[in-house]
């Protein structure tokens, strides 16, 4: 139809399936190589001896301020997280800014300040940068991108496609709570929740892992499209079945609330400080045990299993014990009318 | 029930409880509609199908606001959307819903002022902003979101808020239900009744109906084991060869219905003559707005010329939305009508019975 193919929609950023005819459609054909080609969250690089993770995000969060963050602490976590799921110690990052005229000076000042904290906290430098200021309206007040290097755990081999029948899929925490926050910021939502964004870096989550077990297989941190649609995307990159059961996969009382009323799935809202991890079975306790040390990882669960059955399907348990398929989402979610 | 603090049941044993009555009662293959869109999202998403005998079907009903509201109707939204001066503010499930030419989405991203909005009240309060835009409201919806719509044209004539107005598109849940029986081809054993509709309309508004037609109707709630529990009523109904009205949702539905809503709807609407989707008109199956508040009312406010047109060859959204047909059997669905390329509206709304059949492979 003409209104699929003539203009960019909003639906091509959201992570779905437009999302995934632009990359297949566009940037594939335009950059063809082997790295690219894997559609990791990171690039992962052989340079002489070293093994490199190397990836890059752009942050255009509306509101700029939201509860439990900003911008800044996000633009880095966001980077962090995803070398991280590369199995990598992040170390370096830059920051690239688009600013809008007329920005104030000292909403600036505090996403710098905060971008800082964010980088000490997860131990990396911000090296380099660049700024741009765009005339009003051209932008909407500030848009920042990252990249950042990280060095790949010795003897650490992770990858979407490495899920086996058997391992245990672990979730770190409660889903939803980025995604449900920044909605309920936007400003014409009529009614409030006190509901705060997950936003955390996850890279000394991930080390206390793999140093627990060696028999970690996928990591991933399910941010735009939420866990519904990291476990297709594993389940179709690993040629594997996915079993999870509803009721292990925790949802704040507040936060269920929301996606309630709005009809919204929980299992697709966006997070930004849990991951999924696909650990060989006999191993799933010793991980488990070493992210409960960790304040990222307090309430992580076995939420589901991997199977040999309908590979490149997600089947969830249903609370009242009836299952159904998990789909991959094909468009961003819309409030629904009553 | 709690026993030491802790249910005495689980979620999973009560509903294997209640599956299991469900099964003693059932003697015959039978058809149940579930009216109301939000039910078939639920009976999706907690997989109440495999929970039931073979020997029930379950059927999706014209009850999905979006999924009813015909092609015109959406060409006249688009049509709005080109004014100039204009900002259309809709609810969200409509962005993506295909007129004959576009969609809002797309005329969004070709520049028009167009704003998803979460009730009629947000949209008045962006007319109140923006005294230089002509705001419409699209009221699409049935008794759930009519009496709010009509709160805000109340608030409007207030306020003299009067670069406000709203399109209305309303559609009744009584009258579709009358249509669906006179229609043929439609077997259908006994209605789930929508839940949300029913706070408004009250239980009394639906006696006319199950006296005409002597059917087996229950109106039920939203969670899995409200849902379970009226499967039960209705099989135990059909078995025993009842066709009474039951209310299996008396924690928030009355018999009268809530009067306040019910004499705001009435002062600003009245019934009207209305197309649904695949169906056609039927009579006072919908709403207009009354004289006193025509200045409010976006067909008047407005010279809309929208052409009349079809559906679209060979979409089938009319047959499943009257239960006679379900997604699969349709032509169109999963080979051209898909969520990211929606032929009609049943395949783009989130309680659409097409997109939900789609999403949880449902064939």
């Known amino acids: 139809m003409a209104d699929k193919k003539q203009h960019i929609l909003l639906d091509h950023g959201g992570g779905g399936q437009l999302s995934h005819e632009l990359i297949s459609g566009l940037m594939l054909p335009a950059f063809r190589n082997d790295i690219l080609a894997q559609l990791n969250d990171g690039a992962l690089l052989d340079i002489g001896a070293n093994r490199l993770a190397f990836s890059t995000d752009t942050y255009v969060v509306d509101p700029v301020f939201f509860p439990g963050g900003d911008i800044g602490e996000l633009a880095v976590n966001g980077t962090v997280n995803d070398i991280a799921m590369c199995g990598a110690v992040p170390l370096f990052l830059s920051a690239g800014l688009v600013v809008e005229e007329g920005f104030a000076m000292a909403d600036l000042e505090k996403i710098l300040a905060s971008m800082g904290r964010a980088a000490d906290a997860a131990g990396v430098k911000v090296v380099t940068g660049d700024t741009k200021v765009v005339p009003r309206g051209v932008a909407d007040k500030i848009f920042i991108n990252t990249s950042g290097i990280g060095q790949i755990h010795a003897g650490v081999n992770l990858s979407a496609e490495k899920a086996r029948a058997g391992d245990c899929v672990i979730l770190s925490g409660s889903i939803a709570d980025h995604g449900m926050t920044i909605l309920l910021q936007r400003e014409e939502m009529a009614f409030e929740a006190r509901l705060q964004s997950d936003t955390a870096p996850l890279n000394f989550l991930v080390a206390r892992m793999l140093a627990a077990s060696g028999e970690i297989h996928v990591l991933r941190d399910p941010t735009r499209g939420g866990v519904g649609s990291a476990l297709n995307e594993i389940a179709v990159q690993s040629q594997v079945g996915i079993r999870i059961h509803e009721d292990r996969i925790a949802v704040k009382p507040a936060v269920a609330g929301v996606c309630d009323l709005l009809g919204f799935e929980p299992l697709y809202v966006a997070n930004e400080g849990k991951l999924l991890a696909f650990v060989a079975a006999p191993h799933a306790e010793k991980v488990l045990a070493a992210m409960h040390e960790d304040p990222c990882g307090r309430d992580a669960a076995v939420i589901g299993e991997v199977v040999a059955e309908n590979p490149g399907t997600v089947v969830m348990e249903t609370r009242i014990g009836g299952s159904r398929i998990v789909p991959m989402l094909t468009g961003e979610q819309l409030p629904r009318i009553c | ?363």
């Open chain 2, 1 to 363: 029930m709690t026993v030491n603090g802790k249910p005495a049941y689980s979620r999973k044993e009560l509903a294997a409880a209640f599956a299991a009555r469900i099964r003693d009662a059932v003697r015959r293959p039978m058809r149940l509609m579930e009216v109301c869109g939000t039910h078939t999202v639920s009976i999706f998403r907690n997989g109440i199908r495999t929970l039931l005998p073979p020997e029930i079907a379950l059927l999706s009903g014209p009850g999905c606001p979006v999924c009813v509201t015909a092609q015109q109707e959406i060409d006249a939204f688009i049509a709005l959307a080109r004014i100039e001066k204009v900002t259309v503010a809709t609810f969200g499930d409509l962005m993506r819903v295909p007129g004959t030419l576009s969609t809002l989405r797309s005329e969004k991203a070709d520049g028009r002022d167009i704003r998803m909005v979460y009730s009629a009240l947000d949209a008045l309060n962006i007319a109140a902003h923006n005294p230089d835009r002509r705001v419409v409201f699209i009221g699409v919806g049935f008794e759930t979101t009519a009496p709010t719509i009509a709160a805000s044209i109340v608030m409007a004539a207030d306020r003299g808020i009067n670069n406000f107005s709203v399109l209305a598109a309303h559609k009744l849940v009584p009258p579709v239900l009358a249509a669906l029986m006179e229609s043929g081809g439609v077997q259908i054993d006994g209605f789930l009744l929508p839940g949300h509709v029913s706070v408004i309309i009250g239980a009394q508004a639906y006696l006319p109906f199950v006296q005409q037609y002597g059917i087996p109707c229950v109106i039920a709630g939203f969670e899995a084991e409200d849902i379970l529990n009226a499967i039960l009523k209705l099989a135990r109904q059909v078995a025993n060869g009842g066709a009474r009205l039951e209310n299996a949702y008396k924690r928030v539905v009355s018999f009268e219905g809530n009067p306040r809503a019910l004499a705001l709807m009435h002062t600003v609407f009245e019934p009207v003559d209305a197309p649904w989707r695949g169906i056609g008109t039927i009579a006072a199956s919908g709403l207009k707005i009354r004289k006193d508040f025509s200045r409010f009312d976006a067909r008047k406010v407005f010279a809309l010329d929208v052409p009349e047109t079809g559906e679209p060859p060979g979409c089938a959204c009319g047959d499943v939305l009257m239960g006679r047909k379900t997604p699969p059997q349709c032509a169109l669905y999963k080979r051209i009508c898909t969520p990211a390329n929606p032929v009609g509206p049943c395949m783009v709304s989130s309680e659409g019975s097409c997109a939900a059949y789609y999403r949880y492979h449902g064939d």
